[in-house]
C-alpha cells in the first residue's frame, strides 16, 4: 500500500520537474524536494514506469524531464 508520504513525494517530485527548463538530475530533485538521493532515485524510476517523466543516462548520472500531456 503507498503511504500518504510516498504519494506527497512524487506530487513534489513532478512539481520540480515541471518547474525546470532542462532536464535534472537525481541530485538536483533530491535537494529540491528535500530527500535522500536513494529516494529521489526510487520515486524517479517509478515515475518513470507509470510514464510520467522520462529518463536518460548521460555520463555517470541519470537526468529526468517532465512529460508534457
Not at 537525481?26 to 529516494?39: L, P, R
Not at 526510487?42 to 517532465?66: C, D, S, T
Request: hydrophobic share 35%.
Amino acid at each position: 500500500m503507498i503511504s500518504h508520504r510516498e504519494k506527497d513525494i512524487d506530487k513534489m517530485i513532478l512539481s520540480y520537474l515541471e518547474k525546470s527548463d532542462w532536464p535534472v538530475t537525481t541530485e538536483m530533485v533530491a535537494k529540491g524536494v528535500s530527500v535522500s538521493w536513494n529516494t529521489a532515485q526510487i520515486h524517479l524510476y517509478k515515475l518513470q514506469a507509470e510514464g510520467k517523466i522520462k529518463g536518460k543516462r548521460v555520463g555517470r548520472q541519470n537526468q529526468w524531464i517532465r512529460i508534457k500531456s
